[in-house]
């Protein structure tokens, strides 16, 4: 990814936890949450972010800060916990 080109306007917002991910067809709805301030035990959604299913792979390389190319998805799995 190179962030050299991008027009950067949006906002940033904090998020706790993500509450699910939905599948929409060839796409993946993530819902980001904070705890509600308002009721107790309930979360607030705050960011729901559709994109390619396919760019989860790399979401989940990018997150754990290993390049995608020098890592099998099986030990990513196995460091991250999401082994099957």
């Given at each position: 990814?190179?962030?050299?080109l991008l027009i950067d306007?949006?906002?940033?917002v904090y998020c706790h936890g993500l509450a699910?991910?939905?599948?929409?067809?060839?796409?993946r709805r993530l819902v980001f949450t904070m705890p509600s301030v308002d009721s107790t035990g309930y979360q607030q959604v705050v960011v729901?972010?559709?994109?390619?299913?396919?760019?989860?792979?790399?979401?989940?390389?990018?997150?754990?800060?290993v390049d995608q190319n020098t890592v099998s998805?099986?030990?990513?799995?196995?460091?991250?916990g999401r082994a099957n």
């Open positions: 990814m190179s962030d050299n306007q949006a906002s940033d699910r991910i939905d599948a929409l067809g060839p796409n729901k972010l559709i994109l390619p299913a396919e760019l989860l792979a790399t979401l989940a390389y990018l997150a754990a800060g998805p099986a030990l990513l799995a196995l460091e991250t």
